[in-house]
């Protein structure tokens, strides 16, 4: 089996961070600021893009502000389904991965065998 993308590794390490201890809002914090925030939309695989730039897009108000800043403004459901979108942009991952290649961050195309 090919090594794990990028992308793998960072939702990975994200889904890690978001069991703890702490509070849902500091571990999606932590989730996004730690391992998220700095993927780039087409390191996703194709069908997983749009769903990630919503997520994005949902945790810094359209990257008017800090992430930080927005995820202490969001209600507690909100937190809990910007949790959830990352647990399915995880799955997506997984499933695009089992299926055939896509963009890595290096811009060279992994090939997958079963």
């Known amino acids: 089996m ?10 990975h390490e994200a889904l890690r961070a978001l069991v703890g201890a702490a509070s849902q809002r500091k571990r999606l914090e932590s989730a996004y600021l730690d391992n998220l925030s700095d993927l780039q939309a087409a390191e996703l695989p ?15 108000h359209g990257k008017q502000l ?11 459901d ?3 389904e910007a949790v959830r979108q990352i647990l399915a942009l ?18 060279r195309t992994q090939s997958r065998t079963a």
Not at 66 to 76: K, N, Q, Y
Not at 95 to 106: K, T
């Open 46 to 60: 194709v069908s997983q893009q749009a769903k990630f730039v919503r997520l994005r897009d949902t945790l810094t």
């Open 2 to 11: 090919a090594a794990p993308s990028h992308a793998e590794e960072k939702f």
């Open 90 to 107: 995880y799955d997506g991952i997984m499933d695009a991965a089992r299926s055939g290649p896509f963009p890595s961050s290096a811009g």
């Open 66 to 76: 800090d992430a930080e800043i927005a995820i202490e403004a969001m209600s507690d």
């Open 78 to 80: 909100e937190v809990a």
